[in-house]
């Protein structure tokens, strides 16, 4: 059985402490963000914040935006600027995302996967990173942030409208046992 852990923070500092205690030694953390689906208007996502709290969990060695072809170059820039390299595909965004976390899977040099997204597909995506030894993190953002989504991962940060931030942790060792089913 699963052990669910809520915490909630409504400061960044807070967020950043608890990951920080998470530290074994120096994780080396992947970071996957879906663009049109998390860099939107009403959700406010300010990218520093993201590499900010993650940086405290392990030391970032990718750190990648997917956005489609409408893309402003004004977007595009603006992610560079942050740290992040801008992946443009005139494909289906999803689709290049979970290439390239798959990627990320097999990379020993990877230890950890971190996604920014909503989307629920994604969810396969998580389990088979936890088979493969992974730990992962997701981020997304409320309203629509898909329940299993984030029950499917070690670590949930939830950024919500009004600027608050919840963190929900699962403690996945029995998950894993179990052929990575939420219970």
Request: glycine share 4%; net charge negative; hydrophobic share 45%.
């Amino acid at each position: 059985m699963a052990i669910k852990k809520r915490l909630s923070f409504s400061k960044l500092q807070k967020i950043k402490n608890y990951l920080s205690s998470r530290k074994a030694d120096r994780r080396k953390v992947g970071v996957l963000v879906d663009g049109p689906n998390m860099l939107r208007k009403e959700f406010n996502i300010n990218l520093q914040e993201i590499r900010e709290i993650l940086s405290e969990y392990g030391a970032i060695k990718v750190a990648k935006v997917f956005l489609n072809q409408y893309a402003s170059e004004k977007l595009v820039e603006a992610i560079e600027n942050q740290g992040f390299e801008p992946i443009v595909t005139s494909g289906d965004v999803d689709v290049r995302m979970a290439v390239e976390a798959m990627e990320m899977i097999y990379n020993d040099a990877i230890d950890a996967i971190a996604l920014v997204t909503r989307d629920a597909d994604f969810k396969a995506v998580l389990k088979k990173a936890m088979e493969a030894g992974k730990e992962t993190i997701i981020i997304g953002a409320e309203p629509g942030f898909s329940t299993a989504l984030k029950n499917s991962a070690d670590i949930a940060i939830v950024l919500n409208e009004e600027d608050f931030v919840e963190e929900e942790k699962i403690e996945n060792s029995e998950l894993r046992s179990h052929e990575g089913i939420p219970v």
